[in-house]
T-cell receptor, first 112, second 112 residues
Framework: NAGVTQTPKFQVLKTGQSMTLQCAQDMNHEYMSWYRQDPGMGLRLIHYSVGAGITDQGEVPNGYNVSRSTTEDFPLRLLSAAPSQTSVYFC???????????FGPGTRLTVT | AQSVTQPDIHITVSEGASLELRCNYSYGATPYLFWYVQSPGQGLQLLLKYFSGDTLVQGIKGFEAEFKRSQSSFNLRKPSVHWSDAAEYFCSGAGNNRKLIWGLGTSLAVNP
């Protein structure tokens, strides 16, 4: 049981490039979410999904896209990277919204 | 508005000393409350949770938290801190709408 996995661990992008952060969970959780973590700002919700085929925006969705074609996978796409998107990104899953979440190890992204 | 506040940004304690990290919440009804720990370079790990019932909750790694409705608090405690407890600690809560709200975190340093 791997829990929540994220790839890559580290990534450097140039401004304007696009990329996809991968997230997968093997716990059959319906709820998945993406956060970004920046110094002094805690965790901020980017997008979330309550089940396959259903996604919604969090508090900082601009510049990011998500889809949920399977229960297991919840990729996060950066459409055109900007330096303001330099951050650590965490994927999390849970059985439902509002309960304890299980976090992946994170992806540290630098945009130059 | 619903909120979760961690008043202390940074705390330093000596190894072997007791620890209390503060968390205050603002919810109309009894919320679901959580404490997570984040070791350097890692994802967040659930320490303990409170949904209802006994107001003193035991968690992993020797931590406990007490829900005090009269003080709108859910403080995390440990009787004797180990050097390995140095980490970032996050409090979070969810109200009737099941939306998770995160505190900004408390950074704990442990002096040998």
């Amino acid at each position: 049981n791997a829990g929540v996995t994220q790839t890559p661990k580290f990534q450097v992008l140039k401004t304007g490039q696009s990329m996809t952060l991968q997230c997968a969970q093997d716990m059959n959780h319906e709820y998945m979410s993406w956060y970004r973590q920046d110094p002094g700002m805690g965790l901020r919700l980017i997008h979330y999904s309550v089940g396959a085929g259903i996604t919604d925006q969090g508090e900082v969705p601009n510049g990011y896209n998500v889809s949920r074609s399977t229960t297991e996978d919840f990729p996060l796409r950066l459409l055109s990277a900007a330096p303001s998107q330099t951050s650590v990104y965490f994927c999390a899953s849970s059985t439902q919204t509002g309960v304890e979440q299980y976090f992946g190890p994170g992806t540290r992204l630098t945009v130059t | 508005a619903q909120s979760v506040t961690q008043p202390d940004i940074h705390i330093t304690v000596s190894e072997g000393a007791s620890l209390e990290l503060r968390c205050n919440y603002s919810y109309g009804a009894t919320p679901y409350l959580f404490w997570y720990v984040q070791s350097p370079g890692q994802g967040l790990q659930l320490l303990l949770k409170y949904f209802s019932g006994d107001t003193l909750v035991q968690g992993i790694k020797g931590f406990e938290a007490e829900f005090k409705r009269s003080q709108s608090s859910f403080n995390l405690r440990k009787p004797s801190v180990h050097w390995s407890d140095a980490a970032e600690y996050f409090c979070s809560g969810a109200g009737n709408n099941r939306k998770l709200i995160w505190g900004l975190g408390t950074s704990l340093a442990v002096n040998p």
